[in-house]
């Protein structure tokens, strides 16, 4: 089974808006950390935002936040006032337990604004 | 400088050839991970080392092998490429489990092509 899904293979959002970007994952492990990160046409990964599992609320970071909901098991990104540089795939991972060393990613969304 | 620097940042080898992919970092993290990124898909795993003396095999460490040479350094080797190892091929650091440091600081990555 599908450790981590990102159901939205591609987006079209227009400028300014508000984008939601789905992630769902599978653990039976109580501790473990979700993360996202944004790769450009560039290449390189740039982390964007961390939720823990026993964090209490849900993790902001600038125009960035993570809707986690830890019941669904889902951990959406959502972008405030879109811009044209939000452009790029975007990765859902997962660390399980506290010591654990590996990175679990989705297969990504890839997201593109339009003016 | 970057903190984790990859080189070279493209390669194209013949099928057969040995090449090293070279990984250094600044961020005076313990662990560092080689993950492989093909076109559609996550990143997967292929080595990681918790430091200088302990290094694991990933999830798909078959015809790769790495060094861990310093704290800081860690490479890759294609012993002999071949052209399903085409790839973009990225380095990780991390820091130790208890430090509240939760972050995966990747590199540009490395766009390997075997013809």
């Known amino acids: 089974a599908q450790k981590i899904t990102q159901t939205q293979p591609g987006m079209f959002v227009q400028e300014k808006e508000a984008v939601t970007l789905d992630c769902t994952y599978d653990?039976?492990?109580?501790?473990?950390?979700l993360f996202w990160y944004k790769q450009p046409s560039s290449g390189e990964m740039i982390f964007l935002i961390y939720q823990g599992s026993y964090d209490q609320q849900n993790a902001t970071e600038g125009r960035y936040s993570l809707n986690f909901q830890k019941a669904r098991k889902s951990a959406n990104l959502v972008i405030s006032a879109s811009q044209l540089g939000d452009s790029a795939m975007y990765f859902c991972a997962m660390r399980e337990g506290d010591s654990n060393y590996q990175l679990i990613w989705g297969a990504g969304t890839k997201l593109i604004i339009k003016p | 400088d970057a903190d984790v620097t990859q080189t070279p940042r493209n390669r194209i080898t013949k099928t057969g050839k040995r090449i090293m992919l070279e990984c250094s970092q600044t961020k005076g993290h313990d662990r560092m991970y080689w993950y492989r990124q093909d076109p559609g898909l996550g990143l997967r795993l292929i080595y990681y080392?918790?430091?200088?003396?302990?290094?694991n095999k990933g999830e798909i460490s078959d015809g790769y092998s790495v060094s861990r040479q310093a704290q800081a350094k860690f490479s890759l080797s294609l012993e002999s490429a071949i052209p399903n190892q085409t790839a973009l091929y990225f380095c990780a650091t991390s820091d130790s489990p208890g430090t509240g440091d939760y972050g995966y600081t990747f590199g540009s990555g490395t766009r390997l092509t075997v013809v």
């Open positions: 653990t039976s492990d109580p501790s473990y950390g």
């Open positions: 080392s918790f430091d200088v003396k302990d290094i």
